[in-house]
Every structure is written in C-alpha cells, then in structure tokens.
C-alpha cells in the first residue's frame, strides 16, 4: 500500500508540481462508496431497518412481545396490533421488533466467528503450504460438499435441541440461540478461507515479505502484520454479504423448527407457523418476510458498493 | 484423460471418508434414535431393551458400531438379547461392503426406502433446472440487448430483489396468491386427495401440482444466472468477433443466437452443472411447505427421528453427486472450451 502512495507522489511533483494531498486508502474507499447510489440507499435501508428494531424496543417491552393472549388469536392488522396477532395472540409487531434483535445479533456474531475462522484457515494454508495446506483444504472440500442447509439441519438437531433459557446482557434468551449462532459460524467460514488463501499464495512471493523475512520477522508477524492487511478488502466484502446470509440461514433454521426455540422472537420462528395459516393469517408472514427480505437487500447492495470501492482495480476512480 | 479423471476419482475417496465418518459420529452424539418409543405407552422397558440390543445400540459407539457400520458384524458374534451372552452371528455387511444397513423408522433397507422418494425429487428438481437454463438465457440475453433501458432496470431490479428472498418466502406468497386468493392451484401433496383414494393419477393432476414448488425452486435460481447470463452476454457482445460477424453483414438474429449465445452459455453450463447435487437444499424447504414426496421430507424425518441409517446415505449420496458433477463440468468445460487443458 506504501508504494502506492510514493508513486503517486513521485508521479505527481514531476508532472505538475502541484502540492500532493494525501488521502488514505480509507477515504479513497468512503468517496467511491458515497457515489455508490445503490450503496448509499441500502445503508439508509439498514439504518432505518436497526432504528425500527432498537428503537421499537421503547415503545414495546419484551414481556409484551411475549405474552399470550389466546381469545386475541389471529387478529388481523388493527390499530391495537399494527402487523396483527399470531396463532397464541402476541403481537407480531412487537415480536418483529424483539425478533429483529435476536436476528440480527446472531447474523454479526456468527460472521464474527465464521469470518475469524476463515481467515485464520485461509492465512495458515496459504502461508504454510504444504502438508498443512492439503490437508487443511481437504477438510474444506469435504464439508463443501455436503449441502449447507443439510450441514447445518445435522448440526442444529445434535446441538439446539436444548429448551433451557440463558440470561445474556441482562436479557433471558432461549439457549438455543447461543448454539445457532455457534452453528451458523461454523459452517460458513469455507468459501472466505479459499478466498483468503489464494490472495496469500499471490502475496507470499512478492518482494515486501521477502524483505520483512530478511529482517527477521516472525512468521505471526509476516502473516498477520504484512500479508493480513493487504487481504481486507474481501475479508470486508465477504463478511458484509456473509451478514445477509447468515440472517437467511436463521430463518431457514427456524421457519423448518430447527433454530431458535419460543418463546425468544426471531425473524424466523415468527414465519414459522405461517405455512400452516395461510387462509386464516396472510398477515403471519408478511411483516416478517418483508423486514428479511428488505434486511437482506439493503445488505447485499452495501456489499456490492463495498465491493466496487476496495476494488483494487478500480483505484484510478 | 482417462488418467486424469482416475486421478479425480481417487482425490474423492478421502474426502469421502472424511464427510462419512463425520456424519456418523455426529449423529451417534445426537441421542437415543429410541426415544420415541418412551412416549408409546405398549411399549414396556423390557421391550425397549430388546430393540436396542437388536439394533446393537447398546454396544460402545467406539469400536463396535463403529465397526459395525464400516464392516458390518456377520463375523463376529452378537449379543441380541441383552443378556451380555453372545447369541448369534450379526447379518449387516456394512457400509465399506456396499450394506447402507436397515432404516430405524421404517424398518426396511435404506436402499429401498430412498428409491421410494428420490423419483419425486427429481421430478421437481430437473423441471426446475430445465425452467432455469430456459428463462434466465432468454432473461439474461433480453436484458443483455439493452443495457441500461426501463426494461433491463426492471428485470435486473427484480432479479436483485428475488435473489435476496428465501426460498419459503417466495414459497409462501406463491401459494398465497395462486392457491389461497385466486384459488387456481393445489397447495398440498402430487395428487388430488380424493382421486388418489381411488387409485386415479393422471399426469395433468401431478403437472397442476408440480406448478408451484418448481416456480419456488426455480425462481431464485433464475434470478441468480439471468444476472450471470446478462453480464456474461455483454461482455461478449462487445468483443472483436461479434463485431467482425455484424461487419461482415450478418443478420442480428443470427449474431446473438449463434455467436454470442455460444460463448456467453458456456460459463453458465458448468456452473448450473455444479448446483445440481443442491437441488436437495431447495427440495428440503419446498417439500415441507407442499407436502411433497420426496427426499427434503425424507430428510427432515429421519431428522426428527434420528434415524442415522437414511441421514448417513442421503449425505454420502449428495456428496458423491458433488463430487461427480464436479468431474463433469470440468470435463464439459474442457470439451466446450478449447482453451482449458486438463492438469
């Protein structure tokens, strides 16, 4: 990334012997991301999304979003409950909003761990090469080739089973979360550490790591000092999109009975009893549906403007 | 070649391995495949006890049904009542002896009890594919001749939006709108319910049935490859040969459907050739909703009843499939392409 910056420079004084202004690869990436229209609509979309959904928390508490009221059963859209009520009589709205958190915090989460694991695979692989390598992408291509949702309806029977309830953060959370968010994470990392490895094996030959190895650097030092940097862009890129699809995958889990347990919302397990209302309760799925749907889309087009503006590329824009 | 895909086959077998060996253990960790059992009030615990010897259930997990499920037991003798004395030789071959073993919920092999459901997968599956390759081709290549106009923006745009939805979702709004409001379409199972008491299947009565759960496996996909198939085609369109053919004064028509479509469909074959083994994905969601038939139903079942038998032979099955289509593609893309050499 230095030399860039020293070219430029060097170009520059020479050609019109303006005075240079320097601006990081961060700011670089911001302008190119602002101009991004589609970009700029999705994170106006999520923003407004998290406002509904951490905001919405002060006007309903948990306990409502919660409670039961069976002669209240399959009310529809009214001014007391805006989205209607589901088939014990909760308020959808409310179980939107409480569900939206779950949702959305099992999604961050999982990418942390799916992202992390994938990096460290990736970086570990491609550095070390190898036996490490093979062996390590064996493993990789054994479990891309099972189906995810298979992988991931296997994983959630042997661990989500659990009913129990937990206190996280001063908020009681049916435990099942805690193993859906571990679940999702450790089935998606795959593809990011194929990513990543083959930007070290590029990067692994070129001349500023020969020259850190000259000076004695660690191998931790090389990889995670001087090779990790240069693969942010998509690490960043994959872990953006990687949120939509983990919100997808909760919702799978739960819409078919294997993710999170009631009574904690989530977008999911709200939509699941949907399938068997239709006629009675049109409004069971499309609250829900639409905040996945929007959620999802909002993402996948702040991926894609992320995507254009680390575009390496793309740097002249 | 032919050394090449030995080579590839070879590479297979450990991933194999690896996936199987997974499989098993996870699911021996998962819990008791019996515990149905414990809510039916004719079964008595003695009873229950029985079974579990019989199914050898009560041996350690690690070695003996470990064994058990590689080799099989008719060599060793078993203990199948439970009273810790050996009784009599075991009769399962083995997974490595091509013996899948017995089905714990349905109580025939697991061969037989797939070849039950796997017809209806497919049938969903390969009219799904064939509407895929159909539509996002002629999507992908109509938007392609247009770039940037209301009608590219629009099926791009709703291109965008499909691919972001869930398959249940869009499950759910086609039964919603084509069986609930218009009331034109059957929701549930491949044949109308009173029909099928009386032994009638008529091939109209399943294709009116296969409507809706095609249209949900297939409509994700189309939007996925007819963006693929749009950036492919104009791509192509701009290059020197076309240019060159329409110099040369050939008709539009002729253009786009002989020389672009060839160059711009090849990527699309190979990579539609590698989602083929996930038709079990979509088919486990589709079937839930519509009551269908087939594998993702077997699946979800044998989930619910732990039954390790059918789970371990559905997984091997698609990865083989992955394995296999992975082999394929290459070797299509290798014949298609002549600038791609096998290494």
Redesign the interface.
Known sequence: MADITLDKRASVAVLDKKEYKSESLFRIALRRFLRHRMAVAGSLMLLAIILFVWGGALIYTEAYANATDLLNRFAAPSAENLFGTDQVGRDIMARTIYGGQISLMIAVTAVAISVTLGTLVGLVSGYYGGGVDSLLM??V??L???????LL???S??LA?NTDTLMVLGRQLSASVIAIILIIGLTSWMQLSRIVRAVVLTLKEQEFVMAARQQGASNARIIFAHILPNCIAPIVVAATLGV?IAI?TE??LS??G?GVMPPTATWGNI?NP??DA??EA?WL?MAP?LL??LT??AI?FIGDGLRDALDPRMRSG | MGRYILRRILQAIPLLAIVSVLVFFLLKTAGDPLAYLAEDPTVTEADRALIRAQLGLNEPVFPHQFVTWLIGDDWRMRDFTGDGVPDDYGTQRGILRGDFGESIRYQRSVSDVVSDFLPNTLLLGFSAYVLTIIFSLVIGMYAALRPYTLADNLLTGGAFVTYSMPIFLIALLLVQVFAIWLDVLPVQGMYDARAAARGIREPLDLARHMILPVLSIALISIAGYSRYVRSSMLEVINSDYIRTARAKGLPQRRVVSLHALKNAALPLVTLIGLDVPFILSGAIVTETIFGWPGMGQLFINSLNFLDAPVLIFIVLMTAIAVVLMQLLTDIAYATLDPRVRYS
Not at chain 1, 144 to 150: A, M, R, T
Request: net charge positive.
């Open positions: 064996r493993f291509e054994a891309l080739s099972i189906p995810p949702l298979v309806l296997l994983l029977r042997v089973g939509g997808i919702a799978y819409f078919l294997f939509l949907a399938k239709l006629d049109p799925w549906g996945i749907v999802v889309l996948n």
